[in-house]
């Protein structure tokens, strides 16, 4: 079994910027993946970005250039950079950490963007 714990998330102003991370423990052989998703009130979850043990990356188009995923293969930890928040990227923010035995989502930290 694997364990995710999320942190970073809160209230911000637009404009403002977050890091979250995400730390994987417990039963890991071989992680291939970790990405971010988002769910907004009403809407689906969505790829935020994803990161690969390659550290290849990929982004939703639309957060191009002000978010950024980056990872610590010692720590099994990933995380976001999110720079120049708005409104709209108010959601619960989850991880996701794709091994080779397993997929595996942590519980979620909320972000709010608001004045």
């Known amino acids: 079994q694997v364990q995710l714990v999320e942190s970073g998330g809160g209230l911000v102003q637009p404009g403002g910027s977050l890091r979250l991370s995400c730390a994987a423990s417990?039963?890991?052989?071989?992680?291939?993946?970790m990405a971010w998703y988002r769910q907004a009130p009403g809407k689906e979850r969505e790829l935020v970005a994803a990161?690969?043990?390659?550290?290849?990356?990929n982004y939703a188009d639309s957060l191009k250039g002000r978010f950024t995923i980056s990872r610590d293969n010692a720590k099994n930890t990933v995380y976001l950079q999110m720079n120049s928040l708005k409104p709209e990227d108010t959601a619960v923010y989850y991880c996701?950490?794709?091994?080779?035995?397993?997929?595996?989502w942590g519980q979620g930290t909320q972000v709010t963007v608001s004045s």
């Open positions: 996701r950490v794709i091994e080779v035995r397993g997929n595996y």
């Open positions: 990161i690969t043990s390659g550290d290849s990356t």
């Open positions: 417990g039963n890991i052989f071989s992680i291939v993946a």
